[in-house]
């Protein structure tokens, strides 16, 4: 879907572990997101970055880093996954303006 | 804080009716709002973008509304097919291109 990978698709983990997921794009779009979505609060945005080494904090950042070390690939970060994190990880691209367009979601489970 | 709420809930019909899915916010200033359809297990997918200074967009059968004052869009699907079943979600964007989303409709179409 519109040029976006993301991995793993499924993933599960135990309390304490780091977690990294990846988004990779082939569009060349400068804008990325990371979103997770959890029954009862849709989804919430987690970070965003809107440039190559440029990101900021979303709605839902704690316990969470990113970076973007190129244009094609934003990664999200869990330091030390805690149960609350079990979610399913959404992440998007897009242009200024443009509509954001999704990817197929990474099903996080922590245990 | 922006808020967006989608009323109804969930809503189930039969095939060939016409449909409207409502979505408010509350605060106006806003960029855009955006429409997504969500079916079970996969990513959004993007079905209209209506601009702040647009009152509507259509889209084949989909056609959506703004009323930005009011804080208010709908989105209308005519002639509803089986095909349509699926989570319906408004985003509003505010400023760096965030969106800020409802908790969605869950729409059925039956036979």
């Known amino acids: 879907d519109a040029g976006i990978t993301q991995s793993p698709r499924h993933k599960v983990t135990e309390t304490g572990t780091p977690v990294t997921l990846r988004c990779h794009q082939t569009?060349?779009?400068?804008?990325m997101y990371w979103y997770r979505q959890d029954p009862g609060h849709g989804l919430r945005l987690i970070h965003y970055?809107?440039?190559?080494?440029?990101?900021d904090k979303g709605e839902v950042s704690d316990g969470y880093s990113v970076s973007r070390s190129k244009t094609e690939d934003f990664l999200l970060t869990l330091e030390s996954a805690t149960s609350s994190q079990t979610s399913v990880y959404f992440c998007?691209?897009?242009?200024?303006?443009?509509?954001?367009?999704f990817g197929d979601g990474t099903r996080l489970s922590i245990l | 804080k922006q808020e967006v709420t989608q009323i109804p809930a969930a809503l189930s019909v039969p095939e060939g009716e016409n449909l409207v899915l409502n979505c408010s916010f509350t605060d106006s200033a806003i960029y855009n709002l955006q429409w997504f359809r969500q079916d079970p297990g996969k990513g959004l997918t993007s079905l209209l973008l209506?601009?702040?200074?647009?009152r509507e967009q259509t889209s084949g059968r989909l056609n959506a509304s703004l009323d930005k004052s009011s804080g208010r869009s709908t989105l209308y699907i005519a002639a509803s097919q089986p095909g349509d079943s699926a989570t319906y979600l408004c985003a509003v964007r505010e400023g760096t291109d965030k969106l800020i989303f409802g908790t969605g409709t869950r729409l059925q179409v039956f036979p």
């Open positions: 209506i601009q702040s200074s647009q």
């Open positions: 970055s809107y440039g190559v080494k440029d990101t």
């Open positions: 998007a691209i897009s242009s200024l303006g443009q509509p954001q367009h």
């Open positions: 569009e060349n779009h400068r804008y």
